[in-house]
């Protein structure tokens, strides 16, 4: 679904924000990229501030103008600060927006637009659209870079698809946080239990303090590299009681 989702920037003119705009993109997901008469393209500038996504600027498409870069999408959103005369549909909120492209994404491409640094998309421009699109931002200050734009429609986009039934994404869980089995945990207790009664802890066999400081260890859920720590730790404090 994520591939049929096509990021189009018309007429960028600082070659970094292409690259910023690449690195933004591969962060959420999305891998095609559409270039509308860029100023300077392929640029180092580019390829500096992808960040490694060169992949996606690899691939980029470059073509002569927007509705070349259109013409077989289903849904076509620009991106505008402000609101136009031309009677388009308008997502007052990039999420609702998501949920749409997401749905019409499922069979058929679509397109996020985004035009110039300085003055966006001409009215021609927007006549190529579907829709438009705002980012509600500080009516006081509301001047987003070209690049951030695109991190927040990507990520929107992204959101609406992790919420959708037909996904496969999941959190890459790091090595240290996977928990231990039950039969690692177990190790755990009955090394503990052992030290407690050969250094002498455990002096009131009813007391239930064995019972207590595993319910304890329980509740903290280590993962399986500190419970790791801990049986390391219970062997250092081991080695210095006196042997039986």
Same mark, same amino acid.
């Given at each position: 679904?994520?591939?049929?989702?096509?990021?189009?920037?018309?007429?960028?003119?600082?070659?970094?924000?292409?690259?910023?705009?690449?690195?933004?993109?591969?962060?959420?997901?999305?891998?095609?990229?559409?270039?509308?008469?860029?100023?300077?393209?392929?640029?180092?500038?580019?390829?500096?501030?992808?960040?490694?996504?060169?992949?996606?600027?690899?691939?980029? @498409?470059?073509?002569?103008?927007?509705?070349?870069?259109?013409?077989?999408?289903?849904?076509?959103?620009?991106?505008?600060? @402000?609101?136009?005369?031309?009677?388009?549909?308008?997502?007052?909120?990039?999420?609702?927006?998501?949920?749409?492209?997401?749905?019409?994404?499922?069979?058929?491409?679509?397109?996020?637009?985004?035009?110039?640094? @300085?003055?966006?998309?001409?009215?021609?421009?927007?006549?190529?659209?579907?829709?438009?699109?705002?980012?509600?931002?500080?009516?006081?200050?509301?001047?987003?870079?070209?690049?951030?734009?695109?991190?927040?429609?990507?990520?929107?986009?992204?959101?609406?698809? @992790?919420?959708?039934?037909?996904?496969?994404?999941?959190?890459?869980?790091?090595?240290?946080?996977?928990?231990?089995?039950?039969?690692?945990?177990?190790?755990?207790?009955?090394?503990?239990?052992?030290?407690?009664?050969?250094?002498?802890?455990?002096?009131?066999?009813?007391?239930?303090?064995?019972?207590?400081?595993?319910?304890?260890?329980?509740?903290?859920?280590?993962?399986?590299?500190?419970?790791?720590?801990?049986?390391?730790?219970?062997?250092?404090?081991?080695?210095?009681?006196?042997?039986?």
């Amino acid at each position: 679904m994520l591939q049929h989702i096509r990021i189009v920037l018309v007429q960028t003119f600082h070659p970094g924000n292409i690259g910023a705009a690449a690195r933004a993109m591969k962060t959420m997901g999305l891998t095609e990229l559409v270039l509308v008469n860029p100023r300077s393209y392929p640029d180092v500038e580019a390829t500096r501030l992808s960040a490694g996504a060169n992949d996606v600027l690899d691939n980029a @498409r470059i073509v002569s103008s927007l509705d070349a870069a259109v013409i077989d999408c289903v849904q076509v959103v620009g991106a505008s600060a @402000r609101l136009r005369s031309l009677p388009l549909p308008h997502y007052d909120e990039p999420d609702d927006m998501a949920l749409d492209v997401i749905q019409n994404a499922q069979t058929a491409p679509v397109a996020l637009v985004f035009g110039r640094e @300085r003055s966006g998309l001409t009215n021609d421009e927007i006549r190529c659209c579907t829709h438009q699109v705002s980012i509600p931002a500080n009516a006081d200050y509301g001047i987003l870079n070209l690049s951030q734009a695109v991190q927040i429609l990507a990520y929107e986009v992204h959101r609406a698809w @992790r919420k959708s039934a037909d996904n496969d994404f999941a959190y890459q869980r790091p090595l240290e946080a996977i928990p231990p089995s039950r039969e690692q945990f177990l190790h755990f207790q009955a090394h503990l239990g052992e030290l407690m009664q050969k250094s002498g802890f455990l002096t009131q066999p009813h007391a239930r303090t064995e019972e207590q400081l595993q319910a304890l260890f329980a509740r903290a859920q280590p993962s399986r590299k500190e419970l790791s720590l801990l049986r390391g730790l219970l062997s250092a404090f081991e080695s210095y009681l006196p042997k039986q």
